[in-house]
């Protein structure tokens, strides 16, 4: 019982220790250079409204990195903030009816109020809220110097358009056809659109994941691969009659060129309104409008029936001068290349299928065995011997056709080897009031005029009372923002107006690991000391979903800022641990499905400890949860049971642990070991089964064996509350507080295992007779071979298989194995 007379309470335990930890700082990093310095990051949180399950699982496992780090001695440094502009805030604040500053604020009050409660072992001198005017000063500062540099640009082209968010979406935001943030059918919008030039930095992005090869996941590092699409082939300039300007087109075959019998222009890329016919312009136009209604995902779809209309316009295959029609067609995007491709029927079966339904020549040239195209309706693929191909005609492998062609191409300047990338520049404008305003004044005589420093941060106006319901342009191109819209030009003073959209929220994003490192700076985004000290990012925590979005483009951020000078580094996360989701009933938790599981009445039922434990003991970290096949009352008990076994502790504080039980001590020193391990491993459940088997072999040794008065007992729950503090950060305090010890136990040193326990004392050793086990001895693991051949003989069953027969040899592998050959 503890002081009260009452047991172990979960919600005493809470209040008490939060308050605690909270009025002496537990958890603030040194920063004085004592200690070597980790940096743990969760990916931080949208103020969404109060912390759901995936924040208990996400949150839990990135604190037992920090609170072991903590505890093995380093300088940890775990901030808190908040990714607090973006769509989800506004969507919500406009369904509510209040001003998105006053919604986000509040939740993130809420939010606060929550991690205090649950636990988590953050610094909170290091917090920061994306969308206030001290941070997104610096959003605006990087922005500009990406916009001196040539990286930030704007230009007028098709994007993916959200009809419900009213908003352009990046490409990496487009899931299977559908907005990622609300579900809907994403369509195809023209506007004038700020971009990043990610695409300067693609073969770095794919270069240095050498730096963190096998410290990320490979299936994240395997998505940034796929998502970047290096491709190498060829350009190739092929002449449209009544263009000038030849169209260079990218292959990655060109060494099938001599079989290209037409090309194909996606229907919604400018080439194609350039050069339709005025004869065909009525049926292009009139075709583009049904291409519109398409997602990308059904345009791409190999189930889908391939369209197209013919453009009036014949080009020069440039390899022997013949002259191929050029179509339009819904299965070629135009944010491919030039949005134009050279269509090889008979060795790509999109091309052929779509010859098929014109009647446009096939023409094979190459021969690989298969049946002919023209025949099957079955692209060939693969070597062969090169026919129809003039100067390929004869060779019989890809790597030779392909080279011939390159040098043939560029001798006569139709065409040269290249390397091209799948990735596309970063879109970021949002036409939504909620995000952080760019800093550009457009003025009719100088153009783009960056926002002078010294203006910064340009804020986003109150607007408070206005109708920020999304309506397809900006609120902040409406009347109520006309004041704030109109401005002189910092460049001649004349009348201009500044830009109106915003950033995506992931611009936010894509730096703020930099800025924890000194959230208050106010003499640049970040003190560049400050980030020698604690970056790179000793080990990042956060979901899968983020690989080619937040991931990615925090990799190219801080390759830029590199560059620029400010950081010392170019890769910004050392360690990636991802984890999964928390499921319920086998699907992903739902309103609509009533399958919700709310965190708050979970912590109130079992306390914060019981879901903390229950989160990490599921499964390792990257696997799902169904909270339908877990038990936090189980949990519950298991944390009642280690409290009792702390209570029952009967032996002085400086005991001499020497003197206990050597049997219990062995138990506790294997643990010791096999718990840091399974920590450096990242095999987090594991860990807590650890602890459950120390608690219960504790049990025993009090009620049967050496008795609570026993140090070793002591020693056994001392790092039994060290383990559960990763975990079960409340009751571990309560143990080390019924232990006598010095709160609190975050403060303590993690133990090394003595290697004189954790030799084994006795080992099994197999006797074999004639090759078949007749028996298992245990014995001294350095017994010698004529004490292992003594205790063989001397088993009786060894003796039984051996009487009557005559010993020919006897093969000892000590200590595990002696065998005895017999005839």
């Known amino acids: 019982m503890d002081a009260a007379g009452r047991g172990y309470d979960a919600a005493r335990s809470q209040e008490k220790w939060a308050r605690f930890w909270q009025e002496h700082e537990t958890f603030a990093a040194l920063d004085d250079g004592s200690r070597e310095r980790r940096y743990v990051l969760d990916m931080f949180a949208y103020p969404s409204g109060d912390l759901h399950m995936g924040h208990a699982e996400a949150f839990a496992i990135g604190d037992v990195v920090a609170r072991y780090w903590r505890l093995k001695g380093f300088d940890v440094l775990h901030p808190v903030g908040w990714d607090s502009f973006g769509l989800p805030a506004e969507n919500a604040a406009i369904r509510h009816g209040t001003h998105p500053a006053e919604w986000t604020y509040a939740n993130i009050d809420t939010q606060a109020a929550s991690f205090r409660r649950y636990g988590i072992s953050f610094d909170w001198s290091h917090r920061l809220h994306t969308s206030d005017e001290e941070y997104y000063r610096w959003t605006q500062w990087l922005f500009l110097q990406f916009f001196a540099k040539g990286l930030a640009y704007r230009k007028d082209s098709w994007a993916n358009w959200c009809p419900n968010d009213q908003t352009v979406l990046a490409n990496e935001q487009v899931k299977e056809g559908r907005c990622e943030r609300c579900g809907a059918i994403v369509t195809k919008r023209q506007l004038n659109q700020w971009y990043f030039k990610i695409t300067d930095y693609a073969q770095r992005l794919l270069d240095d994941m050498a730096q963190i090869e096998g410290n990320w996941p490979d299936r994240v590092l395997n998505m940034q691969r796929n998502w970047i699409g290096r491709s190498e082939g060829a350009y190739v300039d092929f002449v449209i009659d009544g263009r000038e300007e030849p169209v260079r087109v990218f292959t990655t075959r060109p060494d099938t060129l001599f079989g290209a019998t037409f090309m194909v222009v996606a229907p919604d890329a400018q ?5 339709v016919s005025d004869e065909q312009r009525p049926a292009f136009e009139e075709y583009l409008e049904q291409v519109k209604k398409q997602t990308e995902i059904e345009r791409q779809s190999t189930e889908h029936v391939k369209t197209g209309v013919d453009l009036g316009v014949q080009a020069t295959n440039p390899v022997n001068g013949e002259k191929i029609p050029v179509w339009a067609a819904d299965y070629v995007l135009s944010e491919y290349g030039t949005g134009a491709i050279m269509a090889v029927p008979a060795h790509d079966q999109r091309d052929l299928d779509f010859a098929r339904t014109y009647g446009l020549p096939v023409v094979p040239v190459i021969d690989t065995g298969q049946e002919d195209p023209r025949e099957s309706g079955v692209a060939t693929v693969g070597d062969g011997a090169y026919e129809n191909s003039g100067f390929l005609d004869g060779m019989t492998t890809k790597a030779e056709a392909i080279s011939a062609m390159c040098r043939f191409l560029d001798e006569r300047s139709i065409g040269e080897p290249t390397v091209t990338y799948r990735l596309r520049d970063w879109l970021l404008s949002r036409q939504r009031f909620w995000g952080c305003p760019i800093p550009i004044v457009h003025c009719p005589a100088c153009g783009d005029v960056p926002v002078p420093e010294d203006q910064l941060p340009v804020r986003l106006p109150d607007l408070r009372g206005a109708d920020l319901a999304p309506k397809g342009t900006s609120p902040l191109a409406g009347e109520e923002a006309t004041a704030w819209r109109e401005v002189p030009c910092p460049t001649c003073g004349g009348p201009a107006e500044r830009d109106t959209d915003t950033m995506d929220t992931f611009v936010d994003s894509s730096w703020y690991f930099l800025r924890y490192c000194s959230p208050h700076y106010a003499e640049g985004p970040f003190d560049l000391d400050a980030v020698r000290r604690w970056m790179p990012v000793s080990q990042y925590v956060g979901g899968v979903e983020h690989a080619t979005m937040h991931l990615l483009y925090s990799r190219f951020f801080t390759k830029v800022l590199h560059d620029l000078g400010l950081v010392d580094f170019d890769e910004p996360f050392t360690r990636l641990m991802n984890q999964g989701q928390v499921i319920n009933q086998g699907k992903a938790m739902s309103k609509s499905l009533g399958n919700g599981v709310d965190l708050g009445k979970q912590i109130d039922e079992f306390g914060v400890d019981a879901v903390r434990t229950t989160v990490i003991f599921a499964g390792p970290p990257e696997d799902d949860i169904d909270w339908a096949d877990v038990s936090p009352g189980a949990s519950l008990k298991f944390l009642q049971r280690a409290w009792r076994v702390a209570h029952d502790v009967d032996s002085p504080v400086d005991a001499d642990v020497a003197s206990g039980d050597v049997a219990l001590r062995r138990t506790t020193h294997r643990a010791i070991a096999e718990v840091s391990e399974l920590l450096e491993s990242g095999r987090f459940n594991v860990i807590v089964a650890r602890a459950m088997e120390l608690v219960n072999a504790t049990r025993k040794a009090i009620d049967t064996g050496c008795g609570a008065q026993d140090p070793a007992v002591r020693e056994a729950v001392t790092f039994t509350a060290q383990v559960m503090s990763l975990f079960a950060p409340y009751v571990a305090e309560d143990m080390w507080e019924l232990l006598g010890l010095e709160p609190s136990v975050a403060n303590s040193t993690w133990p090394t295992a003595d290697p004189a326990l954790l ?17 298992k001895i245990q014995v001294d693991p350095h017994i ?12 009786p069953n060894v003796q039984r298989f051996l009487d009557g027969k005559q010993i020919v040899k006897v093969i000892a592998k000590l200590p595990r194995m ?6």
């Open 818 to 823: 002696i065998s005895i050959v017999a005839r």
């Open 271 to 275: 080439l194609a309104d350039e050069i």
């Open 759 to 775: 030799v084994a004392q006795e080992v099994t050793m197999v006797v074999q007779v004639s090759g078949k086990v007749r028996a």
């Open 784 to 795: 010698g071979e004529e004490e292992a051949r003594a205790a063989a003989l001397a088993d």
